[in-house]
């Protein structure tokens, strides 16, 4: 059974970075699509962006511009980067493992296995 | 950039059937799957591919998805399944959550 276990700092002060690690447990990181997503307090998932096991990435273009994925495959973790942050960067946030396929010409991608998230906090 | 739209909430009495609709350009020619977030908990993946369930999903829980419009469906509401529900999908290698349904089960 995979697991995933989000690792950082709670509170986290204007302008600086965010990291936070997640750690893979019960299962290998090959194959798999790794993800970052965060839930502003009261509000909707927001996808962050994803790293797939061979190291290719991709963001959410809103968030690019301060986003770094990266992976660690002897550690089985990946993390999350993301430089000057405001307070509107408030937020659990998630790992998750995703899949995709195709069938019928069309593109499935799915998230089945996540991590109880973390919560931080932007402030002085 | 793809964006899709969900009711804010959904209200069903116990023992009836809901649906959740989830909106967006041509959707239908997209799998959609659906996560379940009860509070204070992370989100599960209760439907994938439009109709399947993960293993320990009840069939209860059912999907479709055509033209512009995917939707989930429980049948047999129970108490348990009050919770916030978001439709997921890809697009341009990116993913797109839609802004989340509360269900209310009263």
């Known amino acids: 059974q995979v697991q995933l276990q989000e690792s950082g700092p709670g509170l986290v002060k204007p302008s600086e970075t965010l990291s936070l690690t997640c750690a893979v447990s019960g299962g290998s990181i090959s194959g798999y699509y790794w993800n970052w997503i965060r839930q502003p307090p009261g509000k909707g998932l927001e996808w962050i962006g994803y790293i797939y096991y061979s190291g290719s990435t991709n963001y959410n273009p809103s968030l690019k511009s301060r986003v770094t994925i990266s992976l660690d495959t002897s550690k089985n973790q990946f993390s999350l980067n993301l430089n000057s942050v405001t307070a509107a960067d408030t937020a659990v946030y998630h790992c998750a493992r995703a899949r995709l396929g195709s069938q019928n010409s069309y593109y499935y991608y799915y998230m089945d296995v996540w991590g109880k998230g973390t919560t931080v906090t932007v402030s002085s | 950039s793809y964006e899709l739209t969900q009711p804010p909430s959904v209200s069903v009495s116990p023992g009836q059937t809901a649906s959740i609709t989830c909106s967006g350009d041509?959707?239908?020619?997209?799998?959609a799957c659906w996560y379940q977030q009860k509070a204070g908990q992370s989100p599960v993946l209760v439907l994938y591919?439009?109709?399947k369930r993960p293993s320990g999903i009840p069939a209860r829980f059912s999907g479709s998805n055509s033209g512009n419009t995917a939707t989930l469906t429980i049948s047999g509401t129970q108490a348990m399944d009050e919770a916030d529900y978001y439709c997921?999908?890809?697009?341009?290698?990116?993913?797109?959550f839609g802004g989340g349904t509360k269900l209310t089960v009263l």
């Open positions: 041509k959707l239908g020619q997209k799998y």
């Open positions: 591919q439009d109709t």
């Open positions: 997921q999908a890809w697009d341009s290698s990116t993913v797109v």
